[in-house]
């Protein structure tokens, strides 16, 4: 099946783990005229996806100081011959560098591209499989989000006005083999998720994974080795029974202010 995007001034393709991403999409949506938000969950098994936009855009999270692994790969497999503009939007968690911009350069570099824009926004990490990295505080949440939000309106103007060379430099070479290494692993991190005593069985791990890693069985979650490390079904469990190893009991979760779960559940559909 060959999926072609509509023929609007604008396509945003998104991933979202906890919601940081779905929101500014959204809010990048709302500031842009023409434009749709597509998941690329809903694309990555499709045999062949043609993009047909004037303009492209990437929004999605940071992971291992690059891209998430369905995003690389969802890069590699779009047609992106008819584009004219290419920009990228990705929230991360913490300072320090980042790889994701030459990283996305080196994936559209086949394809004769490369990107017009490219955006970090600065909100938080929701990834608390290590014991260094606490959640913040819900006031702290909130004015990260808002402070993001404040940050697009220069940024909708750089993509209105097709501005090019924002965000280009930086070297791919001192993180390769981190990198390769966490795409190599990442899949089978799931085997060391379980759930403890409060799981009831409800399901909505299972809805919730934008990439059907999750089945129930005898009322249980059994992870497929199909995973991204979104941390989706761990913070969205309504129980809090979804654990990682040591890592997780006790510690809180998050919940995005300005997502429902019927917006997570629905980035495997392409409306």
Same mark, same amino acid.
């Given at each position: 099946?060959? *999926?072609i995007?509509?023929?609007?001034?604008?396509?945003?393709?998104?991933?979202?783990?906890?919601?940081?991403?779905?929101?500014?999409?959204?809010?990048?949506?709302?500031?842009?005229? =023409?434009? &749709?938000?597509?998941?690329?969950?809903?694309?990555?098994?499709?045999?062949s996806?043609?993009?047909t936009?004037?303009?492209?855009?990437?929004?999605?999270?940071v992971?291992?100081?690059?891209?998430?692994?369905?995003v690389? =790969?969802?890069?590699?497999?779009?047609?992106?011959?008819?584009i004219?503009?290419?920009?990228?939007?990705?929230?991360?968690? #913490?300072?320090?560098?980042?790889?994701?911009?030459?990283?996305?350069n080196?994936?559209?570099?086949? *394809?004769?591209?490369q990107?017009?824009?490219?955006?970090?926004?600065?909100?938080?990490?929701?990834?608390?499989l290590a014991?260094?990295?606490?959640?913040?505080?819900k006031?702290?949440?909130?004015?990260?989000?808002?402070?993001? &939000?404040?940050?697009?309106?220069?940024i909708?103007?750089?993509i209105?006005?097709? &501005?090019?060379g924002k965000?280009?430099?930086?070297?791919?070479?001192?993180?390769k083999?981190?990198?390769?290494s966490?795409?190599?692993?990442?899949?089978?991190?799931?085997?060391?998720?379980y759930t =403890?005593?409060?799981?009831?069985?409800? #399901?909505?791990?299972?809805?919730?994974?934008?990439? =059907?890693?999750?089945?129930?069985v005898?009322?249980?979650?059994?992870?497929?080795h199909?995973?991204?490390?979104?941390?989706?079904?761990?913070?969205?469990?309504p129980?809090?029974?979804i654990?990682f #190893?040591?890592?997780?009991? #006790?510690?809180?979760?998050?919940?995005h202010?300005?997502?429902?779960?019927?917006?997570?559940?629905n980035?495997k559909?392409?409306?």
């Amino acid at each position: 099946m060959i *999926k072609i995007t509509q023929n609007t001034k604008t396509t945003i393709y998104y991933f979202s783990g906890t919601g940081n991403s779905l929101h500014m999409a959204k809010t990048l949506k709302e500031k842009l005229n =023409d434009c &749709e938000l597509i998941p690329i969950a809903g694309l990555i098994n499709q045999d062949s996806i043609i993009a047909t936009s004037e303009k492209v855009g990437f929004v999605f999270p940071v992971y291992n100081w690059a891209l998430p692994k369905i995003v690389a =790969d969802f890069i590699e497999k779009i047609d992106l011959s008819n584009i004219k503009y290419i920009f990228a939007l990705c929230t991360k968690g #913490g300072p320090g560098r980042q790889y994701v911009i030459p990283m996305m350069n080196s994936l559209l570099k086949p *394809k004769n591209k490369q990107l017009d824009a490219a955006f970090l926004i600065k909100v938080f990490s929701a990834f608390i499989l290590a014991g260094h990295n606490p959640m913040h505080s819900k006031e702290k949440q909130l004015k990260r989000i808002k402070d993001a &939000e404040l940050k697009l309106d220069k940024i909708v103007e750089i993509i209105r006005n097709n &501005e090019k060379g924002k965000g280009k430099k930086g070297s791919i070479i001192p993180m390769k083999g981190t990198y390769k290494s966490f795409i190599e692993k990442v899949n089978t991190e799931d085997e060391n998720y379980y759930t =403890d005593e409060k799981c009831n069985g409800c #399901g909505i791990c299972q809805k919730i994974c934008p990439v =059907d890693n999750i089945k129930l069985v005898n009322d249980k979650p059994e992870w497929q080795h199909k995973c991204q490390q979104c941390l989706c079904c761990l913070h969205y469990c309504p129980q809090k029974a979804i654990q990682f #190893g040591e890592y997780t009991p #006790g510690r809180e979760r998050y919940n995005h202010p300005h997502i429902k779960v019927k917006e997570l559940i629905n980035q495997k559909q392409v409306v």
